[in-house]
């Protein structure tokens, strides 16, 4: 019989960083299990090839539902099915969230996860290009670097939000994360650097971890309420393999929920209605959805915009406060890349440039369900993004200051017509209309398996499963409201933290973060 100490399903942002610390003493066994395959298609790679993932055998290309508040419209959610998770396909972003984040979910009755206990391990992962300091590490195994070559544009928008009256902000990851500045990316020789890359590739020779690729979890296994091992679909048969330790979930804010209910875990009355047996009832799996979306303010160009084959397109950003309150995260975040990139009915040819401006603390909660008890098929997904009235407002106030920002001088020598939404379209209610006609995601789904005390959580503070032992879920699933910002640097962290919290529990010989006041 196959046995590991530890079973991580998932090699993504949180599972490939979970694989490395675990496997740091030699005496424990781990089994990493993907459903996809290695990353190792020449897009991969190329910083500006993300686009080119989508789609594709490496993306799980999910759907969502007809979503009621944005014209019925079903909005497509590009997931990671590869080693590496989303962070082989995603934008590369390195941005952690708000100090008030993270004491929120302290406060919400989380202890250990305040901004003070999470920023060592936000330290820990990060070889940053700026060298170290209180706020920055410069030891970890993940390459944070600026961008090799910024477009013009994306300067010009920095320049404008400051003549505007913004901070200029050099670092959104340091003392605060307000104002404009240029983002910083995980990339490391001018490629895309995965969490594949950084964690899981270069200790693919230890012999105490197992990888497997191409294998899909179908379900967890139990002895009562004991985690016993995991049952897998790889190159057409099925698998069970065991544990004298625990299962890590590190599958994602859809796949861990799902996996959760096929398994028999969720709430009771669903999992009844497809024939699973319950092992806990747990109502709050799938629920508490969270997501970023956001809408774009796009022109054409005087002047050609063609992007550095090293840029993300995202290049230059804004962080700021709507309501001018200092004592909370940022309520709108601001992209700015040199592409016309709009909606296919404002699509225009030529050069471009364009802002997106998303809500980084929706009030907007969704959902996620089994469609049937087949592992094959996609989960039910319902965002209802805009179904929170503040929501469209908070974005109707973004394309006024993005449009404010493309009208100041900055943008003289390359301002042509506004393509999205169109120059004509001024009132709020017809900003309001193309607010629901537009609204795309911004693919930073978290929160279905919700960290807490309260009847809706799933996880404890230290990542287990409510109601079973030898279970716990480590990736953006747990957090329990969404960080201010891209969440692939708050899953690494989350990854690191709760490989700290698994060795506690099993005592290995490891060195101890200090905290640090900040």
């Not at 087949?374 to 929170?388: G, K, W």
Request: aromatic residues 8%; glycine residues 8%.
């Amino acid at each position: 019989m196959t046995e590991y100490d530890y079973i991580v399903i998932g090699a993504g942002s949180a599972g490939c960083v979970l694989a490395n610390r675990l496997t740091e003493d030699g005496k424990t066994t781990v089994l990493l299990l993907e459903a996809g395959n290695p990353a190792n298609k020449p897009e991969h790679e190329a910083p500006l090839g993300w686009i080119r993932l989508w789609g594709t055998e490496v993306d799980w290309a999910y759907f969502t539902e007809e979503e009621p508040y944005i014209n019925n419209r079903k909005i497509y959610c590009p997931r990671g099915k590869a080693l590496g998770g989303t962070s082989s396909i995603n934008a590369m972003i390195y941005i952690r969230g708000s100090r008030h984040d993270y004491d929120h979910w302290q406060k919400l009755g989380n202890p250990g996860w305040s901004y003070q206990d999470v920023l060592p391990y936000f330290k820990k992962s990060e070889n940053q290009q700026h060298g170290a300091s209180k706020f920055h590490g410069v030891d970890g195994l993940l390459s944070v670097t600026d961008p090799l070559a910024p477009a013009v544009t994306s300067h010009r928008f920095v320049e404008a939000a400051v003549a505007l009256g913004y901070d200029r902000n050099p670092d959104f990851n340091g003392a605060q994360q307000e104002g404009a500045g240029l983002y910083q990316l995980t990339i490391k020789d001018g490629k895309r650097h995965s969490t594949a890359a950084a964690f899981l590739v270069p200790i693919l020779d230890r012999p105490n971890l197992t990888v497997t690729t191409s294998a899909l979890v179908t379900r967890l296994l139990f002895e009562g309420t004991r985690t016993i091992g995991v049952e897998y679909l790889h190159e057409g048969t099925i698998h069970q393999t065991f544990v004298n330790q625990e299962v890590i979930l590190s599958a994602g804010a859809f796949d861990s929920p799902k996996l959760l209910m096929l398994s028999g875990i969720g709430n009771a009355e669903h999992l009844r209605s497809l024939d699973i047996p319950v092992v806990v009832d747990l109502p709050g799996v799938g629920q508490n959805l969270q997501d970023h979306f956001s809408v774009i303010v796009a022109y054409q160009a005087t002047q050609d915009l063609q992007p550095a084959p090293t840029s993300n397109i995202g290049e230059a950003g804004l962080f700021l406060h709507t309501e001018g309150r200092l004592d909370v995260a940022p309520d709108l975040q601001f992209f700015c890349g040199p592409v016309l990139w709009a909606a296919p009915a404002y699509a225009r040819e030529g050069p471009g440039f364009a802002t997106s401006v998303c809500v980084t603390n929706p009030e907007s909660r969704g959902s996620l369900t089994l469609r049937s008890a087949s592992p094959q098929d996609s989960p039910v997904i319902r965002m209802n993004y805009l179904q929170s009235e503040s929501d469209v407002q908070k974005l109707i106030a973004g394309i006024k200051i993005i449009r404010q920002i493309f009208q100041a001088n900055a943008f003289d020598d390359f301002r042509g017509e506004e393509a999205a939404p169109g120059a004509d379209v001024t009132s709020d209610e017809a900003l309001q209309a193309y607010v629901r006609e537009t609204c795309e995601t911004l693919y930073h789904p978290v929160g279905t398996c919700k960290m807490g005390t309260d009847p809706d959580s799933v996880v404890d503070s230290e990542l287990r499963v409510h109601g079973v032992e030898g279970l716990r879920v480590v990736d953006a699933s747990i957090m329990p409201t969404i960080a201010t910002g891209n969440t692939n640097a708050p899953t690494i962290m989350i990854g690191e933290k709760a490989a700290d919290l698994i060795k506690a529990a099993r005592p290995i010989a490891q060195p101890e973060l200090e905290l640090e006041k900040v």
